[in-house]
């Protein structure tokens, strides 16, 4: 039997177009407040460097933009990403490798750029995973924060129960190419090609 | 097994506003079209990145001071806001990172795409952060946020409100929200506000004056609390190994 809910979860809203000064502040010039922005890289502050040197794993850059309706750039969302390690665990306090990492689109370009390891395959009472990172997008005009995932166009994805539950035409918008040397995510918030996203 | 690891409830929607609200201009080609796709909760993130107390600066719970000259801080009404951070089941979440940011006094944010008429305060950043203690608790001094302009339709004002993101301890828990003030007539104006369809979760996000925390000669004081997602069983039950 499930507990009661004693409360309701806050409403979400909006992170508006300024949500650089509260998570990425040096990012949008706002410095000296913070010693780095929270999720930055290996030099950012509270843990939330993804890589350090120690860290083993394929070292993997994955960079995108997101598009709205009519096909226009985003250049005000900011993205996070969690994930497990090469060897499909997830990071506990105190771990070398902090398995989140937050990111603000360019302010011009809209491209978010995540440098990170590769995570391994995932054990779950619900099956095995392919390797894959959650994310999870905010921005002006996104009322309550969307969840999707990163897979790999370079792993065996067959036997992923997300994935299988995915209508096989909308499945490839949660697999990221590779290009050069970098994998290709892009997000396409509504319309033709719209990225599944997911009730958690 | 910890509490960390068991499995979130099923998020409750009713009071979450929709993808799609037309009244909030830019929701129109942000929101998806189709349905979320609900996910078992046997493969939900029920982990998530943790946050100490030791990372953080000694004055990032302070807007007042922490972007001002040496003896100088921010203009503006001089408030406390504090509260718990809960979850559904009623249970504090200790270790949760809170990040606020907020325009200063005159409605202004520090912002290069901020292009409105009021002046910024040089001494007032509008960014500030916290983690709550073991009891769920937090605190953050700062000062009023001036109600400013947008361009959603003519004469579009925007409540005072402070910005929310909050961490728990699941990734599914990650929340973005905003702070109004008690008694603000612009609330029941604000397209974004009514994006929330119902009143009482609306209400949710509305801080009580608290004039217990007040301080005389000082500043006032705000109470908002606020609740995260939460799980099909706690430590606080008799089932040690979890579900």
């Known amino acids: ?200 | 097994m910890s509490d960390h690891a068991s499995r979130l409830l099923d998020r409750d929607y009713s009071g979450q506003p929709e993808a799609l609200t037309p009244a909030y201009k830019s929701s129109r080609l942000r929101a998806p079209c189709q349905p979320l796709l609900r996910l078992p909760e046997t493969v939900r993130d029920v982990t998530g990145p943790v946050f100490g107390h030791d990372k953080l600066g000694e004055l990032d719970a302070n807007l007042v001071i922490n972007a001002a000259a040496p003896n100088q801080s921010a203009l503006g009404p001089r408030i406390l806001v504090h509260g718990c951070v809960l979850d559904e089941n009623g249970k504090g979440v200790p270790g949760a990172l809170l990040e606020v940011w907020q325009a200063n006094a005159g409605g202004r944010y520090r912002h290069k795409n901020d292009g409105y008429l009021a002046p910024l305060d040089p001494n007032f950043a509008g960014c500030g952060r916290t983690v709550t203690d073991a009891q769920g608790r937090y605190q953050f001094f700062t000062i009023q946020p001036g109600a400013y302009p947008w361009p959603n339709h003519v004469n579009a004002w925007r409540p005072m409100h402070i910005h929310f993101s909050v961490f728990g301890h699941a990734f599914a828990q990650r929340l973005i929200t905003q702070m109004y003030f008690e008694g603000d007539p612009l609330i029941a104006l604000c397209p974004i506000v009514q994006t929330v369809k119902d009143p009482q979760s609306i209400d949710q996000l509305i801080a009580k004056l608290d004039m217990g925390r007040a301080v005389s000669m000082d500043h006032l004081a705000y109470r908002f609390d606020l609740v995260l997602r939460g799980r099909q069983s706690t430590l606080f039950e008799n089932r040690p190994e979890g579900n």
Request: glycine share 12%; proline share 6%; net charge negative.
């Open chain 1, 1 to 200: 039997m499930r507990p009661p809910r004693r409360y309701k979860e806050s409403p979400s809203q909006t992170a508006g177009p300024y949500v650089h000064i509260g998570c990425t502040p040096n990012f949008v010039g706002v410095q000296g407040i913070y010693s780095a922005d929270l999720g930055a890289g290996p030099d950012a502050d509270l843990g939330g460097a993804l890589q350090g040197a120690d860290v083993p794993g394929e070292r993997i850059t994955i960079a995108g933009q997101i598009c709205d309706g009519a096909g226009e750039l985003i250049t005000d969302a900011m993205v996070e990403s969690w994930q497990a390690d090469a060897q499909g665990r997830y990071p506990t306090a105190g771990a070398s490798f902090s398995g989140w990492a937050r990111q603000a689109c360019d302010l011009t370009t809209g491209v978010f750029t995540f440098r990170t390891i590769k995570p391994g395959c995932i054990q779950t009472s619900g099956g095995p995973q392919s390797p894959h990172i959650s994310i999870w997008i905010v921005a002006r005009g996104i009322n309550l924060g969307l969840h999707t995932r990163i897979y790999f166009a370079d792993e065996d994805n067959s036997a992923d129960p997300v994935l299988a539950a995915i209508d096989p035409m909308r499945r490839q918008t949660l697999i990221a190419s590779q290009r050069g040397d970098a994998y290709v995510f892009n997000v396409r918030l509504q319309g033709e090609n719209e990225t599944v996203f997911f009730d958690l």
